[in-house]
């Protein structure tokens, strides 16, 4: 258990809590609901989310990311329009914050483009594949959307995975 908790659970949890650090009653959007996504989730969830909303291409993953506080899902293939459109619509113009959790270069621009103008922040946890390239508006950085990346949720295994052992150890 140890070591799931010291790569993909710390990954996703510190995605959320240490680096997206969404206020209380935020929306957060989860791309990709595999380990590292439920552990986002759960990082959503400590810290306070309303809504947690899980984005995944396989819908059997949906009923397992409630138990991590996930309160709504898309799975882009049941929509006609982009992701990153169906989440403004849903959430008044965005969410406050977007951690993608996939490596999918596609997933990392939706979850850039689905963060709210003015103060919205997307974490990138994913490893791409090499030749992959982030291509987006420059507009969506005029406007104030905040893009940031991670490698092991900004844990220091040393110091800090005690305490998310310790967490882990309270349920």
């Known amino acids: 258990k140890v070591c799931v908790l010291s790569c993909g659970i710390s990954t996703g949890l510190g995605a959320t809590i240490n680096v997206a650090k969404p206020p209380k009653g935020s929306t957060v959007a989860i791309f990709g609901l595999g380990a590292v996504g439920l552990a986002a989730a759960e990082g959503a969830r400590i810290s306070g989310a309303s809504r947690i909303i899980g984005i995944d291409l396989n819908p059997n993953r949906f009923e397992e990311a409630k138990k991590f506080g996930c309160t709504e899902f898309i799975n882009p293939k049941d929509h ?17 914050r977007s951690v993608e959790c996939t490596g999918n270069i596609h997933a990392m621009i939706q979850a850039f483009e689905c963060v709210h103008d003015g103060w919205g922040v997307a974490v990138l946890v994913g490893v791409p594949h090499k030749d992959a390239e982030f291509k987006t508006h420059p507009m969506n950085f005029l406007n104030e959307r905040t893009l940031k990346g991670t490698f092991f949720g900004n844990y220091k295994p040393r110091t800090d995975l005690p305490n ?8």
């Open 80 to 96: 006609d329009k982009p992701v990153q459109q169906v989440l403004a619509d849903m959430t008044n113009g965005g969410v406050d």
């Open 164 to 171: 998310v052992v310790e967490m882990y150890m309270k349920k």
